[in-house]
């Protein structure tokens, strides 16, 4: 059980779950085009076990269950994905009406059970022929990017309740262009801050595209890490700094400031687009609310070997989750307060947070994980961030990236080989909070 009441995060604070498309979806059928996820995921090596997203959780068949869980458990909210080639196969043209369709029914059944529609645009499966023609590190995904945003406000805007643009920019550009980690698996410094600014200047494209198209309550979610010098040295103070720099300020400087920080900018210029300034204005077009994702801290030590971002992370002491990730639920109330007393006032939620765990059905380490975070969240609220909403990671199990199905998220397990989902002791921590209050 957790130890506040949900009185205490005030009316109007909205509880869901969040999962994404590729993730959970399976289903790859009925029209759906190829995704950059696809294919990495089908060549030996990148994922652990060779594990795919080719059925997943199958919730493209079994969508109704999945409602009726997050209705049962008492949330508001399901925040979700929609993937972009099963909406439109090759990334532009031609529409697939069975996927129309699924989104259809998949939004109209949350509606039936009253859950608010928290909509994501793009939670990384790019469609392949986009990523033919250079995916984030060409330009013109602004355009292919707003005509696929323009689409689902017209088709599904009017039953929506929020739409995020991008899942994790940083994730979209340094992870998967220069650390090589997640599709497409590059490893370059051009590639990587090319994708960094064009995944900003996309969002800002399709968020006034979608304006005009009469949506509101647009906004996107940031992943943050909580970046600890590993000495007092000067020089592992400058690496916290750099790696804060790549992870969050960054992204928040170009939304919320329009401008990126000059200490990065004078590592990346050589690399960026030419015309890049031109674009800080629609980077930095207001937005209607900030998700945030938070997960764990980074202690970052100073490391000359590596010349253009000379700083790696260290171990740290405390304990960690199956990821490996530090728990450290103060990192959240200072990332919070940090956010609104530097930036430009927005509203914010939290739109995932939760750790990996394989410890079976009573998962008392998820529940405390949780209950600290949820305690970090009000701490940081009391002393005035702008706190609108927090969304779990995740709904259930589900296929983790990188990690395939060796990782378990999931408030709910789901059993691989029956499809059968079970809530954990953390599901019913949730519901005992969240319980008759809608
Ligand atoms: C976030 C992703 C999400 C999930 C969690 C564990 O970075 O947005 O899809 O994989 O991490």
Redesign the pocket.
Known sequence: MFDMSRAEFGDGFVFGVAT?SF?IEGGQTDGRGSSIWDTFSATPGNVKGGDTGLIACDHYHRWPEDLDLIRDGGFDAYRFSLAWPRLIPEGTGAINQAGVDFYDRLIDGMLERGLKPFATLY?WDLPSPLQDRGGWTNKDIAKWFTDYAVLVQQRFGDRLASIATI??PW?VSFLSHILGIHAPGLRDLRAGARSMHNVLYAHGAATEAMRAEGGSEIGIVF?YNHAVPASESEQDKQAAHLWDGVFNRWFLGGVLTGAYPEDLVAILAPYMPEDYQADMKLVGTPIDWLGI?Y?SRNIMAYDPGRPVFPVKPLDGPLDKTEMGWEIFPEGLEKLLLRITNDYPKVPLYVT?N?MAEIEGLDDKRRVKYYNDHLQALLRAKRQGADMRGYFA??LMDNF??AEGYTKR?GLVHVDYKTQKRTPKASYRAFQGMLHNTR
């Open positions: 994404a993730q939670h899942n994790e994730c992943n994702n997960y995932e939760g990671w995740s983790e990236w998220f």
